[in-house]
């Protein structure tokens, strides 16, 4: 189970921005992320790659933390809103809940849920 102080650090970092710097420090080596349905992707550095490659298309990026964030156990489940402004022009707004499994102070299992009709950008306004 994370502590108060880890879960508030996690989701600190993440409001930053520094997406890739949080699976690094919060994430288990072998970690699974999965969104919807999707076959998992399995492995921090995977993950960390994955996450650079979309920080690396995007111009900037808003993430915020919707609260309260849900704590049972190991398991905690945050709302996000993630507004993206792609280096094509293009823009995407996406809301989403991530279902963590946490071992002690980092995460095992986490899982997005969305509806995937909002992650096709859409002209920028």
Known sequence: ???????????????????????????????????????????????????????????????KCVRPVFVNGDYVAIRWIFHFEWKDGTVTHMEEMAHQRWEGERIAEETFFYDPAQRVPVAKK
């Open 1 to 63: 189970m994370p502590s108060q102080e880890t879960l508030e650090r996690f989701i600190e970092m993440v409001e930053q921005n520094k997406h890739d710097t949080a699976i690094e420090e919060f994430y288990t080596e072998t970690s699974s992320m999965q969104e919807n349905q999707s076959s998992p992707r399995v492995g921090r550095k995977l993950h960390f790659e994955n996450e650079r490659r979309v920080l690396a298309r995007a111009n900037s990026i808003v993430s």
